[in-house]
Every structure is written in structure tokens, then in C-alpha cells.
């Protein structure tokens, strides 16, 4: 049976613990720590961008941004377009691979409308718009879960994989030698952690009934079945050719601004910058995004000014791009053939429980 808007609703009511009608206590305390969490995130956003612009020239990143070209920022912003098209081509792989059917238009739509939020509130609100978007649109809430958890890790990973490849340029280029080792340890890490994802529901009987090792066992079936499925395969190519679209895209602004940068500086650079904005310590990575730029690009002779704002610029391009993700997912439901659930045909009774 499909988890339908009022079954959904009640759930989220459950798993909040708020009475109808007042506040309790529990689920005032939730509230307060998310926001006390997205203060602090905010406050450090600001201070990396207030150390970052108290040793800058305003000046210099203004002619930078008017000395740009027009055509070569258009060209940029095409690039932009395709990341969260890639984004959502990822999440619909992971969908099929844990045995859900959605339409490729919708998945990319509401993934674009997603991580334009994650560029504006922490990059982690982004996946729980995304996974709100399906719940409400038909899928179970517990597949839109363990889709969206299941995508990032190979997102992640490919990531990872990426950067150790890239990591000799990236020493080369940027002084930085501990590269590869860092990588590498990361990489390996993240095996291991997957490696207990994976197995998590065989552990003894005692470590499953822990509360949290229970909510991590349950997402152990569906991620053997993706990881041993064709559309593991397929996903794993997607996400390290999103990972290139970044930093090609990326390469698009410099150019656009008359950078003097390679492709390739780019694809060393930017799985560092990616993986940095990610993590769940600022607004949508900015502020951390724009001191790394500058820092790196700093190492290859690149003026501040300069990097300042091709950073501004690519953070503004990756919020622009889910526009139209988001423009599909308020007024799609008008379209013809478009209002339909995220699961398909299937609708098995117990896909989500």
C-alpha cells in the first residue's frame, strides 16, 4: 500500500512526538537544537566570509566579475544545468537499485529543487527536502530515506576516488603532498564504514535491538541489493562523471573570467572544494567553499580577487541551476502526465514499512 500524504503526515507526527494541539517537550527539544545547529552554521559562514573579505579588495573582485565574459558565463551556467540532472539521474539509479520504479523527469526535478535548498540552509536540509518531496509525492518514506543515504555514499565515494586519482597533480600544483595519503585514509575508511553498513542487519541479535544500530541494519538489505544489482554498477560510472561535470564546470568560469587554468587544475582541486562545502559546518558550504578557493587557487598564482569571485560565481550558477527543478516540482502538477507517485506501477504493500 502506497504511503499516502495523511499516512505520511501521521508518521513524521509519531516520530516527532507532537501532541495535536501543543507543543510537548520532546518535540520542542529537536526544534531548538536544529536551530541552535543552523546558528551556528550561519555564524560560521559569516566569519569565513568576514576573514576571507577584511584582507580582500572589493575593488578587485568587482573588475574581475566585470571583465568577465558574457557568453563564456552563459556557456558556464549550461555546464551548471547539468549537475543536477546528473544529480537526479543518481538518486533515480539508487531508487531502481533498491527495487523502487520512478520517473527519470520527476526524480531530476525534485533533486534540483532539493539542492537549490541545500544551497541555502545546511547542505544536509537539502536531502531531507528531497526526501520530503518524495514521501509527499507517493514514495515510502523509508525507501526515500535509504534512496537519498545510499546516493550520497556513492557520491562520496566516487568523490573520494577521484581526488586519490588526482592527487599527484593536485601535490604538484598546490604544494600540498600529503594528498595522496589523505585520500587514500579517507578512502579506505569509508570501505570500512560501508563494509558495516552493508552487513549491519547480521550482526549478534544484542547490537540490533540497539536503537541506533536498528535504523542503520535496516537500510543493510536495500544496500546489498543496489551494490549487487546492474544499477550499483551504473550509479558508481554516474557519480565520478558528476564529479568531472563539477570541475568542468568550474573550468567553464575560469575561462569565462581569464583565468589562467587547465581542466585538469580543476578536476585535482575541486574534489577537496566539494567534499569541504559539504561537510555540516556552514550555510549550503559557503564561506568554507570560498576560503579553499582561495587558498588553492592562491597556490597556483591565481590572484585572490581572482578566485573570490570565481567562487561567488559558482556558488551562485549552483544555485540557479535547480530553478528550474524547483519551477517543475511547484507548477508540475498542472502538466500533463506529470503529477504522478515517485514509486510506479508496483505498489507493493510493503515496500516502505
Given at each position: 500500500m502506497r504511503l499516502t500524504r495523511p499516512c505520511w503526515r501521521s508518521t513524521l507526527g509519531r516520530a516527532g512526538s507532537v501532541n495535536t494541539g501543543r507543543r510537548t517537550q520532546a518535540g520542542f527539544a529537536p526544534a531548538a537544537r536544529q536551530a541552535a545547529g543552523a546558528a551556528a552554521?550561519?555564524?560560521?559562514?559569516?566569519?569565513?566570509?568576514w576573514l576571507i573579505l577584511r584582507s580582500m579588495d572589493a575593488g578587485g573582485v568587482w573588475s574581475s566579475f566585470a571583465a568577465a565574459s558574457l557568453s563564456g558565463l552563459l556557456l558556464a551556467f549550461a555546464a551548471f544545468l547539468l549537475i543536477p540532472l546528473l544529480?537526479?539521474?543518481?538518486?533515480?539509479?539508487?531508487?531502481?537499485?533498491?527495487?523502487?520504479?520512478?520517473?527519470?523527469?520527476?526524480?531530476?526535478?525534485?533533486?534540483?529543487?532539493?539542492?537549490?535548498?541545500?544551497?541555502?540552509?545546511?547542505?544536509?536540509?537539502?536531502?531531507?527536502?528531497?526526501?520530503?518531496?518524495?514521501a509527499r509525492d507517493g514514495c515510502s518514506l523509508r525507501s526515500a530515506i535509504h534512496s537519498v543515504l545510499l546516493e550520497r555514499v556513492f557520491m562520496v565515494f566516487a568523490l573520494l576516488a577521484v581526488a586519490l586519482a588526482t592527487a599527484p597533480l593536485f601535490a604538484a600544483r598546490t604544494g600540498c603532498g600529503a594528498a595522496m595519503g589523505l585520500s587514500a585514509g579517507l578512502l579506505t575508511g569509508g570501505i570500512a564504514i560501508s563494509a558495516v553498513l552493508l552487513f549491519a542487519d547480521r550482526a549478534p541479535r544484542g547490537i540490533v535491538q540497539m536503537r541506533f544500530w536498528g535504523r542503520l541494519s535496516g537500510a543493510a538489505a536495500p544496500a546489498r541489493r543496489l551494490v549487487l544489482s546492474q544499477w550499483g554498477a551504473y550509479l558508481a560510472a554516474v557519480s565520478v562523471l558528476s564529479?568531472?561535470?563539477?570541475?568542468?564546470?568550474?573550468?567553464?568560469?575560469?575561462?569565462?573570467?581569464?583565468?589562467?587554468?587547465?581542466a585538469w587544475d580543476l578536476v585535482a582541486i575541486m574534489p577537496a572544494v566539494t567534499l569541504a562545502?559539504?561537510?555540516?559546518?556552514?550555510?549550503?558550504?559557503?564561506?568554507?567553499?570560498?576560503?579553499?578557493?582561495?587558498?588553492?587557487?592562491?597556490?597556483?598564482?591565481?590572484p585572490a580577487a581572482d578566485a573570490l569571485a570565481l567562487s561567488l560565481l559558482f556558488g551562485v550558477a549552483g544555485l540557479l541551476s535547480?530553478?528550474?527543478g524547483l519551477l517543475a516540482t511547484v507548477f508540475g502538477s498542472s502538466w500533463s502526465g506529470w503529477a504522478v507517485p515517485v514509486v510506479g506501477s508496483r505498489g507493493r504493500a510493503g515496500s516502505g514499512r
Open positions: 552554521k550561519a555564524a560560521v559562514s559569516l566569519a569565513a566570509a544529480g537526479g539521474l543518481r538518486w533515480w539509479l539508487a531508487l531502481r537499485g533498491i527495487g523502487e520504479r520512478a520517473r527519470l523527469g520527476h526524480a531530476m526535478a525534485l533533486f534540483s529543487a532539493a539542492a537549490m535548498a541545500g544551497q541555502a540552509m545546511p547542505s544536509v536540509a537539502g536531502d531531507g527536502v528531497r526526501i520530503w518531496l518524495a564529479n568531472l561535470a563539477i570541475a568542468f564546470a568550474a573550468f567553464l568560469l575560469g575561462r569565462a573570467l581569464d583565468l589562467q587554468l587547465t562545502a559539504a561537510l555540516p559546518v556552514s550555510l549550503g558550504g559557503w564561506g568554507v567553499r570560498e576560503g579553499l578557493l582561495v587558498l588553492l587557487l592562491g597556490r597556483m598564482g591565481v535547480g530553478v528550474p
